[in-house]
């Protein structure tokens, strides 16, 4: 017979796939996982405020497997891939990666990776929490183009923080401080093939290390972590604090299928000029000269600091009535004030309106603010 009165647990089994990093993490002392992209991905070593502080001061480490790849290849890839985002890929050249979304005929969003061009005809997408795979493959079915797509066997780290620079030296030599931002190198590291990218999800200097061989996991991440030592690295999860004070969105909470990238403030990843015909253009053209009618704002939220961060979205009300829900908030301990993102209508988005947000610990007063709310201009990982 079955009692009601155990706690609940979550199962397991291998349709949650483990990371090459996995037992590295078990290792180093992580206490929780969350469910991402099909995989278990690292959601806390220590308290999140320490964490952001050590990402803050020195560098950390963090498994970002979940990160899939979609690999597309064959003669007609560059052709499918610039039809897969509105992004003009005719501006990225071989050894450049560039952010862009992924949109349906409606101009919604599907996923907003990181893609990087490893050859003319050579793409990887490191993809956010969605399953994109499955759409590149449906489009390619009947589209008439020569083009092969899989996920590849590719993991990546990401390594963040002001010494990360000091730690990839120590790994990769001089060559990797040449690296500009948003570009890549293809290089071994003892013999373990990786391509290394300066990109992150912080809004600090950091880059991301894609592991091409899943059975040296452990290896490169013990690697890792000698050439941190002297700098005082530590493995971390994901700092939400840190990407919410940098402007940095996470698929399926700040945006979704339901959002348009004008809505959310990435319409400047849409190039409705370019020549291509890329999935979704029509809409996209409709919903830019028709003007938005909702918006993703920045918002400080008064009160003491945040027990927590939202597990749901969190309703937002204007003189007594609903008007729209917030999607991510956080106490940032540099700033000294709780911090979020709301998805608001149009007439409720202008600097300084004035709301009040339905929390699990009480109503708050809130304000909309500009975003992002720490380095606008983005020059500390450009530095």
């Known amino acids: 017979m079955r009692t009601y009165n155990q706690p609940t647990r979550l199962w397991l089994g291998p349709y949650y796939r483990k990371s090459p990093f996995f037992e590295a993490t078990q290792r180093y002392g992580c206490t929780a996982y969350d ?5 278990l991905l690292p959601a806390g070593y220590a308290d ?3 964490e952001y502080w050590n990402l803050i001061n020195d560098v950390t480490v963090w498994d970002v497997s979940v990160e899939r790849q979609v690999e597309i290849t064959g003669p007609d890839a560059f052709t499918f891939t610039n039809m897969l985002t509105p992004r003009d890929l005719t501006q990225c050249s071989v050894g450049q990666c560039k952010y862009v979304v992924i949109t349906d005929e409606n101009g919604g969003i599907i996923n907003d990776p990181v893609l990087a061009r490893l050859g003319e005809n050579h793409f990887w997408l490191a993809l956010a929490d969605s399953d994109t795979l499955l759409w590149a493959k449906g489009v390619a079915l009947n589209s008439g183009l020569d083009v092969q797509i899989w996920e590849p066997d590719v993991s990546p780290m990401q390594v963040q923080g002001p010494k990360s620079k000091d730690v990839m030296q120590t790994l990769f030599g001089d060559k990797v401080l040449e690296l500009p931002y948003y570009y890549f190198l293809e290089t071994e590291l003892d013999g373990i093939p990786v391509i290394v990218t300066r990109t992150g999800w912080t809004g600090e200097v950091g880059y991301e290390i894609y592991l091409r061989d899943g ?9 890792v972590m000698e050439a941190g030592q002297p700098y005082n690295i530590s493995p971390i999860a ?3 604090i840190r990407r919410v004070e940098a402007g940095i969105l996470n698929y399926g909470s700040d945006m979704s299928l339901d959002n348009n990238p004008y809505e959310v403030g990435l319409g400047w990843l849409v190039d409705l000029d370019q020549e291509a015909d890329f999935i979704g253009k029509a809409a996209l053209k409709r919903i830019k000269a028709e003007g938005v009618k909702r918006k993703l704002v920045g918002i400080e939220l008064q009160g003491v600091p945040l027990a927590g961060w939202p597990e749901e979205y969190w309703p937002v009300h204007q003189n007594g009535q609903r008007v729209g829900h917030l999607t991510a908030a956080v106490y940032s301990p540099r700033l000294e004030k709780n911090i979020g993102y709301a998805l608001l209508p149009i007439e409720q988005t202008g600097l ?3 709301l009040v947000v339905e929390t699990p610990w009480g109503k708050k007063e809130a304000t909309v603010v500009p975003k ?4 606008p ?6 530095s």
Request: charged content about 30%.
């Open 372 to 375: 992002p709310f720490v380095d």
């Open 35 to 39: 469910i991402y992209n099909h995989m």
């Open 352 to 354: 300084g309106t004035n």
């Open 377 to 382: 201009k983005k020059d500390i990982p450009k």
């Open 215 to 223: 059975s040296k996991g452990t290896a490169l991440w013990d690697r």
């Open 48 to 50: 999140p405020e320490t």
């Open 238 to 240: 994901p700092s939400d």
